[in-house]
């Protein structure tokens, strides 16, 4: 079904500013099917964009401002061209002058412009929704002043944005899946080379889905970025014994075993997850060829499991969601996904079983937390794209 948002969106860029918009795009979040906190470390991911987006209403000022709308927030944002500064309380705002800036350094002619966004891509849930934010607004500004951007550059610049203006160190998964991704398919990203492959998903038969926690507890962004720097310990441990080695993608499962004894606990656990989790993306990409959905399915639970237990990136609520899925009918597996320490889970489910799940997962969840929690059935799309040129 068409989304309506477009519609909303562009309407409220009419009644706000008086003229219609030039442009409208959509910019979609994502899930990862396997491979988290792979992609930092130069190893695999597999995620895909899906049907929940982000949509963007754009428009050329004749002055050097910025007006920011966001529909979902109801919140404006107003701001100079030249010198678009980190606003403190309006942190949304953040993710689009991150993206103004980089563009701006890398001496690209820009004008003021007046934006409206929303859509129905829930934020903190775990669906890189600031991914979505920044790729939309990238994409429009390339279009809206015929930047000679690539797509790849784009992807680059989301991600300096969200590392140096937010702060967040995170990899280039998200926004590189938000841009790139393509309709009923899932891509297998080698990190290091940035090599994308795709595998057809459009199976007739499962069905991904998510269940929504509603948390996100505290110190997500610095427990992140503590183990962004526990696994680099990894790499100077390693490096000892072989000076090529530059991330763990150099290293192998035997290698780090045979080092054991140099490692600190924690360090030899987080490192160990990585590396089976790259091997994880490795042998469901083969079951994936093979539409085997069930040694897939394993393999998620094998990764919940390592993410819980060795990376420590879970949370009551996410085990809670996926021990009740264990052993649920048509359920072929399912996993905390993305950063952790809430947000979604995902699960991967025989589509004709998916109304059952959901009412039981509801409700177990409401037995235990008294509260309802949403679910999702979401469907994989294309990446960041034009939705309408109306100059
Ligand atoms: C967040 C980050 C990604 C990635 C995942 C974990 O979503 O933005 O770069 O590291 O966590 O896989």
């Not at 991914?131 to 279009?143: D, H, P, Q, V, Y």
């Not at 790849?152 to 790139?180: H, P, R, T, W, Y």
């Not at 080695?245 to 004894?261: A, C, F, P, T, Y």
Request: charged letters at 20%; aromatic letters at 10%; proline letters at 3%.
């Amino acid at each position: 079904m068409e989304s309506l948002y477009p519609e909303i969106i562009r309407q409220k860029y009419c009644d706000i500013f008086g003229s219609a918009p030039e442009l409208i795009v959509r910019s979609p979040g994502r899930i990862n099917l396997i491979g988290d906190h792979t992609d930092y470390n130069e190893g695999f991911v597999l995620p895909a964009a899906i049907d929940k987006a982000i949509y963007f209403a754009i428009g050329v000022r004749s002055d050097d401002t910025i007006r920011l709308f966001s529909q979902n927030l109801n919140d404006t944002h107003i701001s100079s061209l030249t010198l678009p500064e980190k606003s403190i309380t309006q942190t949304w705002a953040n993710y689009i002058l991150g993206v103004v800036n980089e563009i701006l350094k890398a001496d690209h002619p820009l004008k003021g412009f007046n934006l409206v966004f929303g859509g129905d891509l829930p934020t903190g849930g775990g669906l890189s929704s600031s991914a979505a934010l920044e790729n939309g607004i990238g994409f429009c500004l390339k279009e809206l002043f015929r930047l000679s951007i690539s797509r790849l550059e784009l992807v680059q610049i989301s991600k300096m944005a969200e590392n140096e203006f937010v702060g967040m160190k995170c990899g280039i998964m998200d926004m590189f899946v938000s841009m790139m991704g393509r309709f009923n398919s899932v891509i297998r990203l080698d990190c290091r080379s940035l090599e994308a492959n795709y595998f057809p998903f459009g199976s007739n038969e499962y069905v991904w889905v998510l269940c929504d926690t509603m948390v996100k507890h505290a110190l997500v962004d610095s427990e992140y970025n503590t183990r962004r720097s526990e696994c680099e310990q990894g790499v100077v441990l390693l490096k000892q014994f072989d000076p090529s080695i530059k991330s763990l993608r150099d290293v192998s499962l035997q290698m780090l075993e045979k080092h054991k004894d140099a490692f600190p606990g924690v360090v030899y656990q987080r490192c160990k997850f990585v590396l089976e989790e790259n091997q994880r993306v490795e042998q469901a990409c083969l079951a994936l060829e093979k539409n085997d959905f069930l040694a897939f399915g394993e393999l998620m639970y094998q990764s919940h499991q390592g993410l819980s237990e060795l990376y420590e990136v879970s949370c009551e609520e996410l085990n809670f969601l996926v021990d009740q899925a264990k052993g649920s009918s048509g359920v072929c597996g399912s996993r905390m996904m993305g950063g952790g320490f809430g947000g979604c889970t995902l699960n991967l489910i025989q589509k004709s079983k998916v109304a059952v799940f959901v009412d039981k997962m509801k409700k177990a969840y409401f037995d235990h937390y008294k509260k309802t929690i949403p679910c999702y059935v979401v469907q994989l799309d294309q990446g960041t794209s034009i939705v309408q040129q109306i100059r």
